[in-house]
């Protein structure tokens, strides 16, 4: 039968060796010290035939002894209490670290009045009294205090000192142990949370590309780390030898920013010098080079201790990490090796944004200039389409002056892609984009007075670099002139559809007209005319890729995929339907031209960006 077993019975142990035995194998069993304690309470009350038996922990920190567990059953009915060393029976024990037997606790001579106090914590009014330290005598440390007592006087032996001593001991070993396990819980959560803390801080630092923005997340990110209370990080300029604050956490910047520290002063400086870990007690109130000395103590805030790791990498040295706190100890190894390993993180982060801004600034040269070039070369061609419309005005022959204006909308559809090619992305151009400004060119020089044309451009967000661009241009400006000349002729109104569609493999661009056919037999590949052969030409050299024509009575033909029927955008002259002109019966004329993508389609939010930047010019 069990011990628990026994005194639910109301029986006890048969002898102290029983007993010894019951309070051993609750201290080897698997339960939590709290139960352990309250077992072991129990056990030693029914051994000693006691009314009462406490059990109080001594805590290192508030150098008081607290009641962790009692023999009475709930423990609800004995309140908090604690007492501190030397107050009362209990304190005196773990003061003196020697045994106490109290026959009758009120004539207890000097004592009785702090003994009557202690003893009125309880429920019992309690005379008899023996009261034992619990001590780890292998480093002799107070581990806590057991008391048993009686409500009658009673004179304890010294067989009842010794199996409490014997128990008191086999606590003390139990405490010690449960302690340090918890201690070492504490210490791998501790760790764990530490380690956890530097995955997401140097995940933070490392995932931004923009200097400015790495700097300041490096200096929170380190007082969060660190559990410090400020941080200033310092930027070394090799030019000049020296430091410069870039970014703070808990101060303000605009007042320490002015500061350049020479490379071996102060911590920071030290810390460049050496490219080892500075540490310091008050340096800032006591080392004259410190760059904090003379702010006033507000400004300070109370810090004391100061910690300065470089900042480096295997090719240089980029600065220093300083964090503050206001404790006056030292931190210990482990926490000063993990903020220098987020250092080594956070110098990568640094030089990585800077190579990033580096090659940023770069590339917006490198588009400047191109830019630039696409400018002039739009203004050398604008100069020589004015001086054909000098030539073509001074001529009378009218089919001079038909060449000087094919002549001129080719040139300016070219200007037209130059212009296109000093907004939006550098080097390349959309080719509903390319579309729009043939149309622009087309309308203002090749539509005569009489030809009312709608335009209905198709979304088409596939880039081309600029010679398929550029010869794009030519072709669509090609096709137009042929529908118009040709298609349209005599003709009043008329609708030309430019689509283009990704089928995977190639690009299908179809522009379609609802003119006049072209006669029986006709094709591209036998044309004779300079601008189709122009188009057949360019699409094969320049695009890589096929020209065809056909007529279609199918509405859906006119469109590179049925998709685009969605999203084609129509010139705000036109008002009637695809319904409509379905119900119509109407021809079409399609050109359709196939070639490999250079460049693939653009995402929404470029896209989104240059539709803005295409609103903003017109």
Not at 500 to 522: K, M, W, Y
Request: charged residues 25%; negative net charge.
């Amino acid at each position: 039968m069990s011990t628990e077993a026994k005194r639910d019975q109301g029986g006890a142990p048969q002898s102290l060796t029983a007993a010894l035995r019951d309070v051993n194998a609750a201290i080897n069993s698997a339960l939590d010290l709290d139960q352990t304690l309250r077992i072991t309470a129990q056990i030693v009350a029914d051994t000693l035939h006691a009314d009462f038996c406490a059990i109080f922990l001594f805590d290192e920190y508030t150098r008081q002894l607290e009641i962790s567990a009692t023999s009475e059953t709930p423990r609800q009915r004995v309140p908090h209490y604690s007492v501190a060393l030397g107050e009362g029976y209990t304190g005196m024990v773990g003061d003196q670290g020697r045994p106490l037997r109290v026959t009758d606790l009120g004539e207890a001579g000097e004592d009785s009045e702090a003994f009557a106090r202690e003893a009125g914590r309880y429920d019992l009014s309690a005379r008899g009294l023996i009261s034992v330290p619990i001590i780890y005598f292998m480093v002799e440390k107070l581990e806590g205090v057991i008391n048993v007592q009686t409500r009658e006087p009673r004179a304890f032996t010294d067989e009842d000192e010794a199996f409490l001593e014997v128990v008191a001991g086999q606590l003390a070993m139990s405490i010690e142990n449960a302690r340090l396990h918890e201690a070492t819980d504490e210490a791998v959560r501790r760790r764990y949370h530490e380690l956890s803390t530097f995955y997401d801080v140097s995940a933070q630092v490392a995932s931004s590309l923009s200097l400015k923005n790495v700097l300041n997340s490096i200096a929170d990110r380190s007082v969060l780390l660190s559990g410090a209370d400020k941080s200033v990080l310092f930027e070394y300029d090799a030019t000049s030898q020296r430091l410069h604050a870039r970014a703070a956490s808990g101060f303000d910047l605009s007042v320490i920013e002015r500061v350049a520290l020479p490379v071996g002063r102060c911590c920071a400086g030290r810390a460049v010098q050496s490219g080892e870990s500075v540490t310091n007690i008050d340096c800032m109130r006591l080392d004259r080079d410190c760059f904090l000395r003379g702010l006033p103590d507000e400004a300070l805030g109370g810090i004391h201790e100061t910690l300065c790791v470089p900042l480096a990498t295997t090719h240089n040295s980029l600065g220093a990490l300083c964090v503050f706190s206001s404790q006056r100890s030292m931190l210990s190894d482990y926490q000063v090796r993990l903020v220098m390993t987020f250092a080594n993180v956070a110098a990568i982060a640094m030089e990585n944004a800077r190579l990033f801004e580096e090659t940023q600034a770069g590339l917006r040269k490198h588009e400047a200039l191109l830019r630039e070039m696409h400018h002039r070369v739009k203004n050398n061609l604008s100069q020589i389409v004015s001086i054909l419309n000098m030539q073509r005005r001074r001529s009378t022959n009218d089919e001079i002056i038909e060449i000087l204006n094919e002549t001129i909308g080719r040139i300016q559809g070219i200007a037209a892609i130059h212009d296109l090619l000093t907004v939006g992305e550098v080097g390349v151009a959309r080719i509903d984009e390319i579309a729009r400004n043939i149309v622009g060119v087309v309308q203002a020089n090749l539509v005569p007075p009489t030809l009312r044309i709608t335009f209905e451009i198709g979304a088409a967000p596939y880039m081309l670099p600029t010679e398929q661009a550029t010869t794009l241009a030519i072709v669509f400006n090609e096709l137009i002139a042929n529908a118009i000349e040709h298609g349209f002729a005599g003709q009043t109104t008329g609708e030309i559809r430019i689509t283009a569609a990704d089928d995977g493999e190639q690009i299908v661009v179809r522009l379609a007209n609802d003119g006049a056919p072209p006669p029986e037999g006709f094709s591209i590949e036998r044309a004779e005319g300079l601008g189709l052969q122009l188009v057949r030409s360019l699409t094969r050299s320049d695009l890589r890729g096929s020209a065809t024509m056909y007529t279609t009575h199918d509405e859906a033909e006119t469109y590179a995929a049925d998709a685009l029927l969605e999203h084609a955008t129509r010139a705000a002259s036109y008002t009637g339907s695809v319904a409509d002109t379905v119900t119509g019966g109407r021809s079409w004329t399609v050109a359709e031209l196939r070639f490999p993508a250079a460049v693939t389609q653009l995402g929404a939010p470029e896209t989104a960006r240059i539709e803005a930047e295409r609103a903003r010019r017109e």
